[in-house]
Protein backbone atom coordinates (compact mmCIF):
# COMPACT_ATOMS: atom_id res chain seq x y z
CA UNK A 1 0.00 0.00 0.00
CA UNK A 2 1.71 3.23 -0.74
CA UNK A 3 1.81 6.13 1.53
CA UNK A 4 0.62 9.48 0.32
CA UNK A 5 2.95 12.27 0.70
CA UNK A 6 2.43 16.20 0.51
CA UNK A 7 3.68 17.32 -2.21
CA UNK A 8 6.52 19.82 -2.32
CA UNK A 9 6.24 23.13 -4.33
CA UNK A 10 9.39 25.21 -5.41
CA UNK A 11 9.89 28.15 -3.57
CA UNK A 12 6.88 27.35 -0.98
CA UNK A 13 7.42 27.50 2.60
CA UNK A 14 8.15 24.14 4.49
CA UNK A 15 4.82 22.55 6.46
CA UNK A 16 4.59 22.83 9.66
CA UNK A 17 2.15 20.29 11.81
CA UNK A 18 -1.70 19.70 10.81
CA UNK A 19 -0.36 21.08 7.04
CA UNK A 20 0.24 24.65 8.04
CA UNK A 21 3.18 26.17 6.81
CA UNK A 22 5.94 26.41 9.56
CA UNK A 23 8.56 28.50 10.06
CA UNK A 24 9.19 32.16 10.80
CA UNK A 25 7.15 32.60 7.41
CA UNK A 26 3.91 30.49 8.76
CA UNK A 27 3.71 32.29 12.14
CA UNK A 28 4.08 35.94 10.06
CA UNK A 29 1.51 34.54 7.69
CA UNK A 30 -0.61 33.34 10.47
CA UNK A 31 -0.08 36.36 12.31
CA UNK A 32 -1.13 38.24 9.41
CA UNK A 33 -4.50 36.71 8.76
CA UNK A 34 -4.93 37.32 12.51
CA UNK A 35 -4.70 40.87 12.52
CA UNK A 36 -6.76 40.87 9.18
CA UNK A 37 -9.41 38.88 11.11
CA UNK A 38 -9.38 41.40 13.62
CA UNK A 39 -9.32 44.55 11.64
CA UNK A 40 -12.40 43.45 9.37
CA UNK A 41 -14.25 42.96 13.13
CA UNK A 42 -13.40 45.91 14.34
CA UNK A 43 -14.54 47.74 11.46
CA UNK A 44 -17.90 45.68 11.43
CA UNK A 45 -18.36 46.86 15.34
CA UNK A 46 -17.15 50.55 14.33
CA UNK A 47 -19.54 50.50 11.75
CA UNK A 48 -22.44 49.16 13.59
CA UNK A 49 -21.50 51.66 16.65
CA UNK A 50 -21.57 54.37 14.22
CA UNK A 51 -25.11 53.87 13.66
CA UNK A 52 -26.19 53.41 16.73
CA UNK A 53 -24.22 56.61 17.61
CA UNK A 54 -26.34 58.98 15.45
CA UNK A 55 -29.46 57.08 15.93
CA UNK A 56 -28.00 58.23 19.41
CA UNK A 57 -27.40 61.78 17.97
CA UNK A 58 -30.89 61.74 16.73
CA UNK A 59 -32.12 60.95 19.87
CA UNK A 60 -30.31 63.73 21.87
CA UNK A 61 -31.68 66.49 18.74
CA UNK A 62 -35.05 65.56 19.50
CA UNK A 63 -34.55 66.05 23.48
CA UNK A 64 -32.83 69.21 22.83
CA UNK A 65 -35.39 70.85 20.34
CA UNK A 66 -38.08 69.54 22.16
CA UNK A 67 -37.51 70.01 25.81
CA UNK A 68 -34.17 72.40 26.01
CA UNK A 69 -32.20 72.45 28.81
CA UNK A 70 -34.30 72.83 31.14
CA UNK A 71 -34.98 71.92 34.76
CA UNK A 72 -37.12 68.69 33.36
CA UNK A 73 -34.24 68.08 30.83
CA UNK A 74 -32.16 67.54 34.11
CA UNK A 75 -34.47 65.57 36.19
CA UNK A 76 -34.60 63.21 32.99
CA UNK A 77 -31.00 62.91 32.60
CA UNK A 78 -30.52 62.47 36.62
CA UNK A 79 -33.05 59.50 36.69
CA UNK A 80 -31.34 58.15 33.39
CA UNK A 81 -27.90 58.21 34.71
CA UNK A 82 -29.19 56.46 37.53
CA UNK A 83 -29.85 53.02 35.93
CA UNK A 84 -26.95 53.39 33.63
CA UNK A 85 -24.69 54.24 36.86
CA UNK A 86 -25.56 50.57 37.92
CA UNK A 87 -25.73 48.85 34.56
CA UNK A 88 -21.55 50.36 34.39
CA UNK A 89 -20.72 48.63 37.88
CA UNK A 90 -22.67 45.58 37.25
CA UNK A 91 -23.18 45.01 33.49
CA UNK A 92 -20.68 46.24 31.07
CA UNK A 93 -17.80 47.61 34.17
CA UNK A 94 -16.85 44.79 37.08
CA UNK A 95 -19.14 41.35 35.50
CA UNK A 96 -17.69 42.27 31.60
CA UNK A 97 -14.30 42.11 33.49
CA UNK A 98 -14.50 39.62 35.14
CA UNK A 99 -16.84 37.16 32.78
CA UNK A 100 -15.42 37.19 29.22
CA UNK A 101 -11.32 36.24 30.71
CA UNK A 102 -12.97 33.14 32.07
CA UNK A 103 -15.12 32.73 29.63
CA UNK A 104 -12.42 32.67 27.30
CA UNK A 105 -10.11 30.31 29.48
CA UNK A 106 -12.78 27.92 29.75
CA UNK A 107 -13.58 27.71 26.53
CA UNK A 108 -10.15 27.06 25.41
CA UNK A 109 -8.86 24.58 28.16
CA UNK A 110 -12.36 23.34 29.14
CA UNK A 111 -14.47 22.47 26.10
CA UNK A 112 -17.75 23.84 25.20
CA UNK A 113 -19.76 21.52 27.24
CA UNK A 114 -17.99 22.79 30.16
CA UNK A 115 -18.40 26.40 28.92
CA UNK A 116 -21.91 26.57 28.04
CA UNK A 117 -23.00 24.53 31.84
CA UNK A 118 -20.86 27.88 33.27
CA UNK A 119 -22.82 30.40 30.97
CA UNK A 120 -26.02 28.72 32.92
CA UNK A 121 -24.64 28.82 36.27
CA UNK A 122 -23.87 32.47 35.76
CA UNK A 123 -26.78 33.57 34.22
CA UNK A 124 -29.10 31.95 37.07
CA UNK A 125 -27.06 34.28 39.84
CA UNK A 126 -26.60 37.21 37.86
CA UNK A 127 -30.88 36.86 37.24
CA UNK A 128 -31.29 36.12 41.11
CA UNK A 129 -28.91 39.36 42.07
CA UNK A 130 -31.01 41.67 39.29
CA UNK A 131 -34.54 40.69 40.56
CA UNK A 132 -33.70 41.55 44.33
CA UNK A 133 -31.40 45.09 42.87
CA UNK A 134 -34.58 46.22 40.55
CA UNK A 135 -36.81 45.73 43.68
CA UNK A 136 -34.45 47.70 46.08
CA UNK A 137 -33.72 50.07 43.82
CA UNK A 138 -37.07 51.19 42.48
CA UNK A 139 -38.47 51.34 46.27
CA UNK A 140 -34.95 53.26 47.30
CA UNK A 141 -35.28 55.82 44.55
CA UNK A 142 -35.69 59.36 46.49
CA UNK A 143 -32.54 58.26 48.42
CA UNK A 144 -30.65 57.84 45.10
CA UNK A 145 -31.88 60.79 43.43
CA UNK A 146 -31.01 62.58 46.18
CA UNK A 147 -27.28 60.98 46.73
CA UNK A 148 -27.33 61.88 42.91
CA UNK A 149 -27.72 65.02 42.36
CA UNK A 150 -29.62 66.96 45.54
CA UNK A 151 -29.11 70.27 43.53
CA UNK A 152 -32.04 69.19 41.90
CA UNK A 153 -34.22 70.39 45.11
CA UNK A 154 -33.92 74.15 43.69
CA UNK A 155 -36.87 73.50 41.69
CA UNK A 156 -39.27 70.92 43.44
CA UNK A 157 -40.74 69.62 40.58
CA UNK A 158 -37.97 68.45 38.65
CA UNK A 159 -37.05 66.75 41.63
CA UNK A 160 -40.22 64.92 41.98
CA UNK A 161 -40.14 64.32 37.93
CA UNK A 162 -36.54 62.55 38.18
CA UNK A 163 -37.69 60.21 41.50
CA UNK A 164 -40.80 59.04 39.93
CA UNK A 165 -38.89 58.75 36.17
CA UNK A 166 -36.13 56.89 38.36
CA UNK A 167 -38.87 54.29 39.11
CA UNK A 168 -39.89 53.50 35.93
CA UNK A 169 -36.84 52.89 34.40
CA UNK A 170 -35.06 50.97 37.34
CA UNK A 171 -35.64 47.54 35.69
CA UNK A 172 -33.08 48.59 33.02
CA UNK A 173 -30.53 47.43 34.44
CA UNK A 174 -31.93 44.28 34.55
CA UNK A 175 -32.43 43.78 31.07
CA UNK A 176 -29.14 45.87 29.89
CA UNK A 177 -27.13 43.22 32.74
CA UNK A 178 -28.59 40.36 30.83
CA UNK A 179 -27.32 42.08 27.69
CA UNK A 180 -23.91 41.77 28.86
CA UNK A 181 -24.37 38.46 29.41
CA UNK A 182 -25.43 37.51 26.04
CA UNK A 183 -22.70 40.11 24.45
CA UNK A 184 -19.67 38.65 26.40
CA UNK A 185 -20.83 35.30 25.36
CA UNK A 186 -21.11 36.15 21.37
CA UNK A 187 -17.89 38.22 21.10
CA UNK A 188 -15.96 35.35 23.04
CA UNK A 189 -17.35 33.16 19.53
CA UNK A 190 -16.56 36.17 17.60
CA UNK A 191 -20.04 37.16 17.03
CA UNK A 192 -19.76 40.95 16.97
CA UNK A 193 -22.57 41.98 15.07
CA UNK A 194 -25.61 41.45 17.67
CA UNK A 195 -23.94 43.55 20.38
CA UNK A 196 -22.75 46.20 18.54
CA UNK A 197 -26.09 46.60 16.72
CA UNK A 198 -28.34 46.21 20.26
CA UNK A 199 -27.80 49.63 21.15
CA UNK A 200 -29.92 51.16 18.30
CA UNK A 201 -33.00 49.44 19.48
CA UNK A 202 -32.52 51.76 22.52
CA UNK A 203 -32.05 54.80 20.44
CA UNK A 204 -35.09 54.20 17.89
CA UNK A 205 -37.64 53.24 21.40
CA UNK A 206 -36.66 56.66 22.38
CA UNK A 207 -37.15 58.67 19.23
CA UNK A 208 -40.32 57.08 18.72
CA UNK A 209 -41.28 58.44 22.55
CA UNK A 210 -39.78 61.77 22.05
CA UNK A 211 -41.49 61.91 18.37
CA UNK A 212 -45.03 60.49 18.80
CA UNK A 213 -45.59 59.61 22.49
CA UNK A 214 -44.60 62.79 23.88
CA UNK A 215 -47.05 65.19 22.46
CA UNK A 216 -49.83 62.36 22.89
CA UNK A 217 -48.93 62.97 26.87
CA UNK A 218 -49.10 66.48 26.21
CA UNK A 219 -52.39 66.28 24.89
CA UNK A 220 -53.01 64.02 28.09
CA UNK A 221 -52.09 66.98 30.68
CA UNK A 222 -49.51 64.40 31.60
CA UNK A 223 -45.50 65.77 31.37
CA UNK A 224 -44.14 64.78 28.35
CA UNK A 225 -40.36 64.10 29.26
CA UNK A 226 -42.65 61.27 31.22
CA UNK A 227 -42.40 59.55 27.33
CA UNK A 228 -38.61 58.96 27.48
CA UNK A 229 -39.01 56.88 30.62
CA UNK A 230 -41.43 54.14 28.74
CA UNK A 231 -38.96 54.98 25.83
CA UNK A 232 -35.87 53.39 27.95
CA UNK A 233 -38.01 50.50 28.86
CA UNK A 234 -39.01 49.11 25.69
CA UNK A 235 -35.49 49.86 24.34
CA UNK A 236 -34.09 47.71 26.96
CA UNK A 237 -36.65 45.18 26.30
CA UNK A 238 -35.69 45.11 22.25
CA UNK A 239 -32.03 44.77 23.18
CA UNK A 240 -32.51 41.97 25.25
CA UNK A 241 -34.92 40.23 23.01
CA UNK A 242 -32.18 39.77 19.84
CA UNK A 243 -29.93 38.18 21.82
CA UNK A 244 -31.69 34.99 22.58
CA UNK A 245 -32.03 34.24 18.64
CA UNK A 246 -28.36 34.63 18.40
CA UNK A 247 -27.42 32.63 21.41
CA UNK A 248 -29.91 29.36 19.96
CA UNK A 249 -27.94 29.77 16.16
CA UNK A 250 -24.90 28.98 18.61
CA UNK A 251 -26.29 26.70 20.67
CA UNK A 252 -25.79 28.48 24.11
CA UNK A 253 -28.84 30.07 25.22
CA UNK A 254 -28.71 29.93 29.01
CA UNK A 255 -30.65 27.64 31.47
CA UNK A 256 -31.54 29.91 34.28
CA UNK A 257 -32.84 27.75 37.27
CA UNK A 258 -34.77 30.14 40.00
CA UNK A 259 -35.19 27.29 42.21
CA UNK A 260 -32.75 26.02 45.34
CA UNK A 261 -30.82 23.18 43.32
CA UNK A 262 -29.91 25.35 40.31
CA UNK A 263 -28.44 28.36 42.61
CA UNK A 264 -26.75 25.64 44.68
CA UNK A 265 -25.26 24.37 41.74
CA UNK A 266 -24.21 27.91 40.20
CA UNK A 267 -22.90 28.79 44.20
CA UNK A 268 -20.73 25.66 44.23
CA UNK A 269 -19.50 26.04 40.53
CA UNK A 270 -15.55 27.15 40.35
CA UNK A 271 -15.87 29.09 37.49
CA UNK A 272 -18.30 31.23 39.02
CA UNK A 273 -16.60 31.65 42.14
CA UNK A 274 -13.83 32.62 39.89
CA UNK A 275 -16.06 35.31 38.30
CA UNK A 276 -16.74 36.84 41.90
CA UNK A 277 -13.41 36.51 43.16
CA UNK A 278 -12.14 38.69 39.95
CA UNK A 279 -15.20 40.95 40.38
CA UNK A 280 -14.71 42.23 43.60
CA UNK A 281 -11.73 44.42 42.60
CA UNK A 282 -13.38 45.65 39.45
CA UNK A 283 -16.43 46.38 41.07
CA UNK A 284 -14.08 48.57 43.26
CA UNK A 285 -12.33 50.10 39.78
CA UNK A 286 -15.63 50.61 37.56
CA UNK A 287 -16.79 52.10 41.38
CA UNK A 288 -13.97 54.49 41.12
CA UNK A 289 -15.35 55.86 37.43
CA UNK A 290 -18.84 55.53 38.97
CA UNK A 291 -18.28 57.70 41.81
CA UNK A 292 -16.35 60.29 39.97
CA UNK A 293 -19.34 60.30 37.83
CA UNK A 294 -21.64 60.51 40.56
CA UNK A 295 -20.12 63.51 42.13
CA UNK A 296 -19.76 65.20 39.15
CA UNK A 297 -23.52 65.10 38.51
CA UNK A 298 -24.00 66.37 42.14
CA UNK A 299 -21.62 69.22 41.13
CA UNK A 300 -23.37 69.99 38.09
CA UNK A 301 -26.78 70.33 39.48
CA UNK A 302 -25.97 73.51 42.06
CA UNK A 303 -24.58 74.77 39.19
CA UNK A 304 -26.68 76.72 36.87
CA UNK A 305 -29.81 75.22 35.51
CA UNK A 306 -29.33 73.10 32.33
CA UNK A 307 -25.55 72.32 33.02
CA UNK A 308 -26.64 68.95 33.88
CA UNK A 309 -28.13 68.71 30.28
CA UNK A 310 -24.88 70.67 28.53
CA UNK A 311 -22.65 68.20 30.08
CA UNK A 312 -25.48 65.45 28.71
CA UNK A 313 -25.45 66.70 25.52
CA UNK A 314 -21.37 67.43 25.18
CA UNK A 315 -20.99 63.35 26.03
CA UNK A 316 -23.10 62.48 23.44
CA UNK A 317 -20.69 63.97 20.95
CA UNK A 318 -17.99 62.52 22.65
CA UNK A 319 -19.62 59.07 22.57
CA UNK A 320 -18.86 58.81 18.34
CA UNK A 321 -14.73 58.69 18.60
CA UNK A 322 -14.97 57.47 22.20
CA UNK A 323 -17.45 54.09 20.99
CA UNK A 324 -16.06 54.34 17.54
CA UNK A 325 -12.71 53.99 18.39
CA UNK A 326 -12.29 53.06 22.14
CA UNK A 327 -15.40 50.37 22.54
CA UNK A 328 -14.76 48.88 19.37
CA UNK A 329 -11.17 47.80 19.48
CA UNK A 330 -11.99 47.11 23.00
CA UNK A 331 -14.68 44.56 22.03
CA UNK A 332 -12.54 43.10 19.45
CA UNK A 333 -9.45 43.19 21.83
CA UNK A 334 -10.59 41.52 24.56
CA UNK A 335 -11.23 37.72 23.71
CA UNK A 336 -8.30 38.12 21.53
CA UNK A 337 -6.26 39.02 24.47
CA UNK A 338 -7.50 36.98 27.01
CA UNK A 339 -7.15 33.64 24.45
CA UNK A 340 -3.62 35.07 24.04
CA UNK A 341 -2.61 34.68 27.53
CA UNK A 342 -4.58 31.07 28.01
CA UNK A 343 -2.43 29.84 25.20
CA UNK A 344 0.64 31.48 26.65
CA UNK A 345 1.29 33.61 23.33
CA UNK A 346 3.41 36.47 24.45
CA UNK A 347 4.15 38.28 21.54
CA UNK A 348 0.54 37.43 20.00
CA UNK A 349 -0.38 39.06 22.91
CA UNK A 350 1.71 42.26 22.76
CA UNK A 351 1.24 42.33 18.80
CA UNK A 352 -2.39 42.94 19.41
CA UNK A 353 -1.78 45.87 22.10
CA UNK A 354 0.75 47.14 19.32
CA UNK A 355 -1.68 47.59 16.87
CA UNK A 356 -4.67 48.90 19.06
CA UNK A 357 -2.55 51.15 20.09
CA UNK A 358 -1.49 52.55 16.63
CA UNK A 359 -4.70 52.47 15.03
CA UNK A 360 -6.03 55.08 18.50
CA UNK A 361 -3.21 57.01 17.87
CA UNK A 362 -3.93 57.59 14.21
CA UNK A 363 -7.83 58.32 14.27
CA UNK A 364 -7.97 59.69 18.11
CA UNK A 365 -5.49 62.86 17.57
CA UNK A 366 -7.27 64.36 14.40
CA UNK A 367 -10.55 63.62 16.30
CA UNK A 368 -9.59 65.47 18.97
CA UNK A 369 -8.04 68.90 17.57
CA UNK A 370 -11.17 68.72 15.44
CA UNK A 371 -13.72 68.56 18.09
CA UNK A 372 -11.36 70.96 20.19
CA UNK A 373 -10.88 73.86 17.26
CA UNK A 374 -14.55 73.08 15.45
CA UNK A 375 -16.80 73.11 18.70
CA UNK A 376 -18.97 75.60 17.96
CA UNK A 377 -20.07 74.46 14.49
CA UNK A 378 -20.79 70.98 15.34
CA UNK A 379 -22.55 72.26 18.54
CA UNK A 380 -24.49 74.45 16.73
CA UNK A 381 -25.45 72.52 13.69
CA UNK A 382 -26.71 69.59 15.72
CA UNK A 383 -28.59 71.19 18.13
CA UNK A 384 -29.28 75.26 17.94
CA UNK A 385 -32.84 74.61 17.56
CA UNK A 386 -36.53 75.12 18.95
CA UNK A 387 -35.66 74.95 22.42
CA UNK A 388 -32.04 75.29 22.31
CA UNK A 389 -30.39 79.00 22.60
CA UNK A 390 -27.66 80.41 21.58
CA UNK A 391 -26.37 80.52 25.43
CA UNK A 392 -26.87 76.55 25.11
CA UNK A 393 -24.85 75.92 22.52
CA UNK A 394 -21.83 78.60 23.91
CA UNK A 395 -21.89 76.31 27.32
CA UNK A 396 -22.29 72.74 25.28
CA UNK A 397 -19.38 73.97 23.53
CA UNK A 398 -17.21 74.71 26.54
CA UNK A 399 -17.95 70.83 28.05
CA UNK A 400 -17.32 69.07 25.08
CA UNK A 401 -13.90 71.21 24.45
CA UNK A 402 -12.70 70.09 28.13
CA UNK A 403 -13.82 66.11 27.47
CA UNK A 404 -11.71 66.90 23.87
CA UNK A 405 -8.55 67.28 26.15
CA UNK A 406 -8.69 64.05 26.96
CA UNK A 407 -10.04 62.33 23.93
CA UNK A 408 -6.79 60.03 23.35
CA UNK A 409 -6.42 59.24 26.57
CA UNK A 410 -10.20 58.42 27.07
CA UNK A 411 -9.87 56.07 23.94
CA UNK A 412 -6.43 54.51 24.79
CA UNK A 413 -7.90 53.43 28.20
CA UNK A 414 -10.57 51.13 26.06
CA UNK A 415 -7.62 49.63 24.61
CA UNK A 416 -4.85 49.55 27.40
CA UNK A 417 -7.25 48.13 30.45
CA UNK A 418 -7.96 45.02 28.46
CA UNK A 419 -4.34 43.75 28.63
CA UNK A 420 -4.77 43.82 32.08
CA UNK A 421 -8.67 42.50 32.39
CA UNK A 422 -7.17 39.73 29.71
CA UNK A 423 -4.26 38.57 32.63
CA UNK A 424 -7.45 38.76 34.78
CA UNK A 425 -5.06 41.21 37.03
CA UNK A 426 -7.92 43.97 38.16
CA UNK A 427 -6.34 44.93 40.76
CA UNK A 428 -3.62 47.26 39.03
CA UNK A 429 -6.17 49.36 36.75
CA UNK A 430 -8.18 49.49 40.31
CA UNK A 431 -5.22 51.55 41.86
CA UNK A 432 -4.88 53.73 39.06
CA UNK A 433 -8.31 53.96 38.86
CA UNK A 434 -8.24 55.42 42.94
CA UNK A 435 -5.56 57.34 42.26
CA UNK A 436 -7.22 59.33 39.16
CA UNK A 437 -10.45 60.17 40.92
CA UNK A 438 -8.37 61.45 43.39
CA UNK A 439 -6.62 63.36 41.06
CA UNK A 440 -9.85 64.32 38.89
CA UNK A 441 -11.44 66.03 42.32
CA UNK A 442 -8.66 68.12 43.21
CA UNK A 443 -8.40 69.67 39.52
CA UNK A 444 -12.49 70.40 40.46
CA UNK A 445 -11.78 72.29 43.31
CA UNK A 446 -9.59 74.36 40.75
CA UNK A 447 -11.34 74.02 37.39
CA UNK A 448 -15.11 74.49 38.64
CA UNK A 449 -14.75 77.94 39.92
CA UNK A 450 -13.46 79.06 37.04
CA UNK A 451 -14.71 77.37 34.18
CA UNK A 452 -18.11 76.21 35.72
CA UNK A 453 -19.78 73.23 33.78
CA UNK A 454 -16.53 73.02 31.51
CA UNK A 455 -14.53 72.30 34.30
CA UNK A 456 -16.13 69.33 35.19
CA UNK A 457 -15.80 68.14 31.40
CA UNK A 458 -11.88 69.37 31.71
CA UNK A 459 -11.06 67.36 35.02
CA UNK A 460 -12.12 64.31 33.50
CA UNK A 461 -10.22 64.83 30.06
CA UNK A 462 -7.30 65.50 31.85
CA UNK A 463 -7.40 62.89 34.26
CA UNK A 464 -8.16 60.55 31.56
CA UNK A 465 -4.98 61.41 29.58
CA UNK A 466 -2.77 60.44 33.08
CA UNK A 467 -5.03 57.19 33.32
CA UNK A 468 -4.03 55.91 30.30
CA UNK A 469 -0.52 56.86 30.80
CA UNK A 470 0.23 55.12 34.05
CA UNK A 471 -1.65 52.52 32.40
CA UNK A 472 0.68 51.85 29.30
CA UNK A 473 3.95 52.39 31.53
CA UNK A 474 2.45 49.45 33.79
CA UNK A 475 2.48 47.59 30.81
CA UNK A 476 6.01 48.55 29.52
CA UNK A 477 7.73 48.14 32.92
CA UNK A 478 6.06 44.61 33.55
CA UNK A 479 7.16 43.59 29.97
CA UNK A 480 4.22 42.34 28.80
CA UNK A 481 3.76 44.75 26.13
CA UNK A 482 6.56 45.50 23.87
CA UNK A 483 5.98 48.36 21.50
CA UNK A 484 7.37 47.08 17.86
CA UNK A 485 9.57 49.01 15.85
CA UNK A 486 8.87 52.02 14.15
CA UNK A 487 6.77 53.97 16.66
CA UNK A 488 8.86 57.45 16.80
CA UNK A 489 8.44 57.40 12.80
CA UNK A 490 4.60 56.47 12.84
CA UNK A 491 4.67 59.50 15.68
CA UNK A 492 6.30 62.05 13.20
CA UNK A 493 3.97 61.34 10.57
CA UNK A 494 0.80 61.33 12.56
CA UNK A 495 2.02 65.29 14.10
CA UNK A 496 2.82 66.75 10.23
CA UNK A 497 -0.90 65.61 9.61
CA UNK A 498 -2.15 67.17 12.64
CA UNK A 499 -0.39 70.37 12.17
CA UNK A 500 -1.90 71.15 8.97
CA UNK A 501 -5.11 69.99 10.49
CA UNK A 502 -4.76 72.87 12.97
CA UNK A 503 -4.23 75.52 10.44
CA UNK A 504 -7.41 74.27 8.23
CA UNK A 505 -9.77 73.88 11.31
CA UNK A 506 -8.62 77.62 12.10
CA UNK A 507 -9.87 79.03 8.71
CA UNK A 508 -12.71 77.01 8.44
CA UNK A 509 -14.27 77.43 12.04
CA UNK A 510 -13.39 81.65 11.71
CA UNK A 511 -14.95 81.72 8.17
CA UNK A 512 -18.94 81.54 8.74
CA UNK A 513 -21.19 82.95 11.21
CA UNK A 514 -22.67 79.28 12.52
CA UNK A 515 -25.11 80.87 15.33
CA UNK A 516 -26.42 83.89 12.61
CA UNK A 517 -27.11 80.81 10.23
CA UNK A 518 -29.94 79.29 12.30
CA UNK A 519 -32.82 80.36 9.87
CA UNK A 520 -30.88 78.20 6.95
CA UNK A 521 -30.36 74.72 8.53
CA UNK A 522 -29.91 72.88 5.42
CA UNK A 523 -26.82 75.72 4.34
CA UNK A 524 -25.40 75.54 8.14
CA UNK A 525 -25.50 71.84 7.66
CA UNK A 526 -23.95 71.48 4.25
CA UNK A 527 -21.28 73.84 5.10
CA UNK A 528 -20.42 71.11 8.51
CA UNK A 529 -19.99 68.50 6.00
CA UNK A 530 -18.03 70.29 3.27
CA UNK A 531 -15.22 71.53 5.98
CA UNK A 532 -15.49 68.36 8.04
CA UNK A 533 -15.08 66.83 4.66
CA UNK A 534 -12.18 68.51 3.96
CA UNK A 535 -10.68 68.20 7.02
CA UNK A 536 -10.35 64.91 6.65
CA UNK A 537 -9.03 64.80 3.05
CA UNK A 538 -5.97 67.83 4.84
CA UNK A 539 -5.26 64.85 7.69
CA UNK A 540 -5.17 61.60 5.69
CA UNK A 541 -3.42 63.69 2.40
CA UNK A 542 -0.54 64.76 4.90
CA UNK A 543 0.30 62.00 6.64
CA UNK A 544 -0.18 59.82 3.34
CA UNK A 545 2.56 62.69 2.03
CA UNK A 546 4.40 62.11 5.18
CA UNK A 547 4.93 58.65 4.20
CA UNK A 548 2.43 56.56 5.73
CA UNK A 549 1.01 53.31 3.68
CA UNK A 550 -1.85 52.52 5.20
CA UNK A 551 -1.46 49.13 3.53
CA UNK A 552 1.53 48.58 5.05
CA UNK A 553 0.17 49.98 8.54
CA UNK A 554 -2.84 47.67 8.66
CA UNK A 555 -1.05 44.43 7.80
CA UNK A 556 1.90 45.58 10.86
Known amino acids: MLSAKPAIVAGAPPAGQNGRPGGLWGRARRATLRLVSLLKSASTVSLLTLASRITGLVRELLVASTFGASAMTDAFNVAFRIPNLFRRLFAEGAFSQAFVPVLAASKAQHGDEATHRLIDHVATLLTAVLLLTCVLGVIAAPLLVWVMASGLQQNPQGYDAAVVMTRYMFPYIGFMSLVALSSGVLNTWRRFAVSAATPVLLNIAMISAAWLLAPWFKTQGIEPIYAMSAGVIVGGLLQLGVQIPALKRLGLLPHIALNWEGLRAAIVDPGTRRIGKLMLPALLGVS ?240 LLLTLGGAALVYLGSVWAAGLNPRQFLRR
Open 288 to 527: VAQISLLINTQIASHLPTGSVSWLTYADRLMEFPTAMLGVALGVVLMPQLAAARASGDATRYSAFLDWGLRIVVLLSVPSAIGLLMYAKPIVAVLYHRGAFTANDVDQTMLALMGYAAGLVGLVAIKVLAPGYYANQDIKTPVRIAVLVLVLTQLMNLVLVPLFHVAGLSLSIGLAALVNAGLLLTGLIRRGTFKPEPGWGRFLLQVLAGSALLVVYLLWAGQSFDWIALRSESLKRAGL
